[in-house]
């Protein structure tokens, strides 16, 4: 038993070390880790952001682009479980030139302990599955990229709220390419997804580069009759106007470099951050508006109306001059840490995102994948069925061990007893001839021990053994029935436990597996992904409880019955031997015995 249980401890000490380094799928020959971290040392987003849309920015200092697809198709990111896939959308991906921007989205973003992702790649077979309409929650109603060129910008959200004029592309802004500002309003589509209520709220953000500071410069503005809403900047100072209301000079920002600019709106209040930060804020509601806004000029048409009704303050605003890129619109106000972590995460230089060296798959089983994607209560069942399993096999090896060696003293000892056929039947133990092993494992000497003794001790008390009558006979047959029985039963001892296992394992895997898929299919409607890749690990894994249920059932019902033959036999030649023992005390000293006669010689 103890030597089973230190096999057992021994495979499952070589096989833990394995799984510490879970590989998501085997298909896949190379992973990178990916550290998003919001701590004090590193983003320093201050408080949980939620999901966020990280920006990964792959270039040759942190990726060699080897192994990879050409247009990244590739690329999948899992999360630090190895289970989770991460929905990603691939802004740009030139190995040529070594630069790749992914957008990738995180569920959580935390200020506190540092999350690590797995972006795996090195699948030439392998389909595209990035999908921006996935990597943005359904409250971000716009965001451009502007990663198309000289074509009108294009909505990466599920609402298609796509330009209306042609963007003028600029290369090498703070994300890929952006759009030169300038040269007129590029306008932004009236639909429904875009409207906004009397009291609403809105998150606007973008990032904007100066060419030069000038007086009133517009970046975004809408109008709806009398309501206006406008974002942009003085003299270098950015700000937000609602119906003619200002906010106060702020932080300002600088020609010729990037910033990152956003307002959101709610309730009864307007705030305007800048590179992610607080600068001020507005009292005041935005007004209902389902109109077309513009970027990077004011709104048209309305612009002189909106002048006569409300004066100097309300004139029309001049266009911006400068570059812009990652416009986004949203129809609830974000979080502060969100704005935060996008402003940090998108920088030329993200304190977000931390990457390690690249790993490379060591040649992993299928079956390896598979026990890297059991969840815990998978591995509680497996245990289980691990235990039994170990029980079980020790039974049956110390079964068949101690069977072996009872037929083998068995045969030995109907061997001495076969040759003493003729002397008297205690003969056996009075010469000591049988061997010390034999009478320690032969379950037929102990019947023939018991009966000798029976016999002795009825001639201690003055018995006639040349004459035993009938009823000293069934006695001793009695005594030697007895002792089978025990023999018997000693056979039997921890069969059950056999049994046991053949019924109930197979139920213990199957109730891991009802579990399992139960798992599975909560997991991917909450994550919200229902793609065979995210699912088919967690199903594969919950099969393999039943097929650990019947591996530890089948060993032991073919066990099971091999040894019942074997304990069948013994018994069968316990039963004989009685019969044999019993027949012979009959015949050599029963009282009906027939007595050799002797004839007379005739004088």
Known sequence: MRRILFIVLTLLSTLLPGLAHAWWQAEWSYRKPVTIDGGPQAGAIGSDAGRVPVLVRLHTGNFKFEGVSETGADLRFVAADDKTVLNHQIEQFDPLLGMALIWVDVPN????????????????????????????????????????????????????????????????????????????????????????????????????????????????????????????????????????????????????????????????????????????????????????????????????????????????????????????????????????????????????????????????SHFGFILAAMPLDAWVVVGLLGLMMSLSWAIMIGKGRSYGATSRANAAFIEHFREAAGAPLDRLAVNNTVPQDVRADSSLWRLYEVAIDEMRRRHDRGYDLSAVSAATIGAIRAAMDGVMVRETERMSKRMNWLSTTIEGAPYVGLFGTVIGIMLVFVVAAMAGAVDINSVAPGMAAALLCTAAGLGVAIPALFGYNWLASRSDAIGADMAVFVDEFVTRLAEEQGEGRSMPQVVAKRA
């Not at 570059?323 to 996008?342: G, M, P, Q």
């Not at 995460?345 to 992993?364: I, M, N, P, W």
């Open 109 to 364: 973003v935390s200020a506190g302990t540092p999350q690590k992702l797995w972006m795996y790649y090195g699948n030439p077979k392998a389909p595209a599955s990035g999908n921006g309409q996935r990597s943005f929650d359904p409250d971000y109603t716009l965001v451009y990229h502007f990663a198309e060129g000289a074509v009108p910008p294009r909505d990466t959200t599920a609402y298609g709220n796509n330009g209306q004029t042609p963007a003028v592309p600029v290369e090498g802004t703070v994300i890929g390419k952006g759009a030169q500002l300038g040269n007129g309003a590029l306008m932004l589509p009236a639909t429904p997804s875009l409207a906004v209520q009397a009291g609403g709220s809105l998150t606007f953000s973008a990032w904007v580069k100066p060419d030069q500071l000038g007086a009133r410069q517009a970046i975004y503005a809408r109008r709806d009759g009398a309501g206006e809403l406008v974002v942009g900047i003085d003299q270098g100072v950015p700000f937000v106007q609602v119906n003619g209301q200002r906010s106060t000079p702020g932080q300002p920002i600088q020609a010729g470099q990037w910033s990152h600019i956003a307002v959101k709106a709610e309730g009864d209040s307007v705030a305007l951050f800048v590179g992610g930060r607080p600068a001020v804020s507005l009292a005041a509601k935005l007004p209902a508006m389902n109109t077309a806004a513009a970027l990077g000029a004011d709104a048209p048409a309305t612009a002189a109306a909106a002048a006569n009704a409300q004066g100097t303050q309300a004139a029309a605003f001049s266009p911006f001059t400068g570059a812009i890129d990652e416009v986004r619109l949203s129809k609830v106000a974000r979080a502060d840490a969100l704005l935060l972590a996008d402003a940090v995460s998108q920088g030329a230089e993200s304190r977000l995102t931390v990457f390690g060296a690249d790993e490379q798959q060591a040649g992993k």
